[in-house]
Nanobody, 127 residues
Framework: QVHLLESGGGLVQPGASLRLSCAAS????????MAWFRQPPGKDREFVAA????????RYKDSLRGRFTISRDNAKNTLYLQMNDLRPDGTAVYYC????????????????????WGKGTQVTVSS
């Protein structure tokens, strides 16, 4: 059985950094795409970033590029999200998602493309 377990969330002040982790168990995702999504309070879940299969590339929500960095350690079957210069609009539940398929760029931000999801970790950015 596949499990995705997020960690690293918390309460931080604007301008701070956080590093989220997503530990996958049950099967390797080396050949599949892994991603982060987030759901701000009262809003729909949205795409944050994705790490393509076999280290073939990354994709970001346009407004986050340059402040957020996605990475993965295939040996540990773990996905990371380094978030720098956090802003109050970064307050959300952050979800890890994974698929066994290698997604193409045009579909990589679609929630329906991912069959495995974690339960999420809360990030709150507030002074």
């Amino acid at each position: 059985q596949v499990h995705l377990l997020e960690s690293g969330g918390g309460l931080v002040q604007p301008g701070a950094s956080l590093r989220l982790s997503c530990a996958a168990s049950g099967r390797p995702f080396t050949g599949g795409t892994m991603a982060w999504f987030r759901q701000p309070p009262g809003k729909d879940r949205e795409f944050v970033a994705a790490h393509k299969q076999r280290n073939t590339g990354t994709r970001y929500k346009d407004s986050l590029r340059g402040r957020f960095t996605i990475s993965r350690d295939n040996a540990k079957n773990t996905l990371y999200l380094q978030m720098n210069d956090l802003r109050p609009d970064g307050t959300a539940v952050y979800y890890c998602a994974a698929t066994t398929r290698g997604l193409i760029t045009t579909s990589i931000a679609g929630e329906h493309e991912y069959e495995y999801w974690g339960k999420g970790t809360q990030v709150t950015v507030s002074s």
